[in-house]
């Protein structure tokens, strides 16, 4: 039953292991703010051009951030089928309303670099994460504040960040509290913006799927310590510490986060310039305090009144690297170019059940110079499950390793609707289950 329990927790603790690789390309992007959703700086009446639908409230909203207070209000609308194979042929549709506030102390009582920020979100109806199959993930957007068929509203991120001038290029930033750890992926790299602007599937948005035992959680306490690399603003090098108990529905004690132990994790980019566009490589590794039961068959046994039982733990570890290149820009808007990203991770038998994971990704923003802020990616990725691990339950459950492939076209309807087509093919960990085909529909709205 641990065992099987281990393939069920997949999708709540998915979403760190994306937070701590994700690269990223746009200047100027701050550590954990979701630009879109939060800061709407335009004072345009024009409903069509305007970046947010109820526009600057007379005003009231420039004065705001003029005075340190900003408010994002974004709603997502997902909908996607299993149009054949997967486990189940369904549509699903679902949505998120995400409520974000950022608070410059600088601004607000003249203590320059501190920041707060508090991130909660509302979440209704049902994903076709269960119906495509527990390791293919499809809708990264409705993991929060938990996936499945759950409604409700949660707060999931909650933090105070210090940001200082370190030396020459380089920022500073100490970050602490409830940590959203898609938060921490659109920090990392603003274009994943929280499963809603870009790649849907988890597996498309970075190499993580053999990271998934070191944590079990969406939201979590913590801390994280960077250097900006301030010509790209992007983060370079840091370490995160994290407890290892979800608080993504639930305020529990901080102390308590840590009682069954803790994630560690660090990384460093080394970034160049080809013809002025941005490449770097990097390296990220980590791994858990937390005790994991073994996936080796001979370290269970059948015991009186509890049944199988493992008689051994593990400690998870895992290295992953990352490749990253700026191939195309436009000489008059930067905004507009195409770049590409592989990623590889590789971690032990034992305890994980995924060892070893490859994923490569395209993106061009603005293909065509008529329409500047459309985006389309293409990406293709694969997860080696653990022999151990499909071993030990191959007499109840039969797997297979699984990859797929994503596509996907964002239309920009106005600066602030956005509607895009996504396409999935992908094969299950099932190995009953026939390849799955999986499309769907996002609207995204900032108000």
């Known amino acids: 039953m641990k065992t099987m329990n281990r393939i069920s927790s997949l999708v709540s603790c998915v979403a760190l292991m994306a937070a701590c690789f994700a690269p990223s390309s746009h200047a100027g ?33 420039t004065d705001l951030v003029d005075n340190g207070i900003t ?21 699903q549709y679902g949505g998120t309303m995400d409520y974000r506030l950022n608070v410059d102390a600088g601004k607000l009582a003249g203590i320059q670099g ?26 990264g957007g409705l993991l929060m504040p938990s996936p499945g068929d759950y409604s409700g509203t949660d707060v999931t991120g909650f933090t105070a960040s210090y940001m200082f001038p370190l030396y020459e290029g380089h920022l500073g930033v100490v970050t602490v509290g ?24 988890v597996n498309s948005l970075a190499s993580n799927m053999p990271w ?36 993504s529905t639930s305020w529990g004690s901080p102390s308590d986060a840590f009682e069954q132990g803790s994630f560690v994790a660090g990384f460093h980019r080394f970034i160049w310039d080809i013809d002025d566009n941005m490449g770097y490589f990097m390296v990220f590794a980590g791994g858990s305090t937390k005790d994991q039961a073994s996936n ?9 009144g509890q049944g199988i039982t493992s008689t051994q733990s593990e400690n998870p570890w895992d290295v992953a690297l990352y490749l990253y290149q700026d191939f195309w820009k436009d000489s008059s808007n930067p905004n507009r170019k195409a770049n590409f990203m592989l990623g590889a991770t590789v971690g032990p038998d034992n305890p994980q059940f995924a060892q070893w994971n490859l994923m490569a990704n395209v993106e061009v923003f603005g293909l065509c110079e008529s329409r500047p802020n459309d985006r389309m990616g293409l990406c293709g990725w694969w997860n080696g499950l ?33 509607l895009t087509a996504d396409l ?24």
């Open 71 to 91: 408010f994002g209000l974004r709603y997502s609308g997902y909908g996607q089928r299993v149009a054949s194979g997967g486990v189940n042929v369904a549509s």
């Open 424 to 447: 999935q093919l992908a094969q299950n960990q099932n190995q009953g289950d026939d390849f799955a085909v999986i499309p769907g529909v996002r609207m995204v709205i900032d108000f």
């Open 296 to 304: 080796d068959p001979h370290d269970f046994v059948v015991t009186p």
């Open 212 to 247: 998934f035992g070191a944590v079990q959680g969406l939201s979590l306490y913590g801390g994280i310590a960077m250097t900006i690399n301030e010509k790209y603003g992007i983060p370079q090098s840091g370490l995160l510490a994290a407890g290892t108990v979800n608080e």
């Open 29 to 61: 992007d701050v550590y954990g703010k979701d630009t879109l959703a939060l800061a709407p700086l335009s004072t345009d009446d024009n409903i069509w051009t305007r970046d947010t639908l109820t526009g600057d409230w007379d005003g009231l909203r």
């Open 178 to 201: 409830m940590l959203d750890v898609i938060d921490l992926v659109t920090g990392f790299f603003p274009n994943v913006g929280y499963g809603q602007e870009g790649f849907q599937n």
């Open 114 to 139: 501190l920041t707060f920020d508090v991130h909660a979100r509302s979440r209704h109806g049902s994903d076709s994460n269960a119906d495509a199959g527990a390791l293919v993930l499809p809708n």
């Open 386 to 418: 653990s022999d151990q691990f499909t071993e030990l339950v191959a007499p109840i459950a039969p797997l297979r390793n699984t990859w797929g492939f994503e596509m996907y076209y964002n239309y920009e309807i106005t600066p602030w609707a956005h």
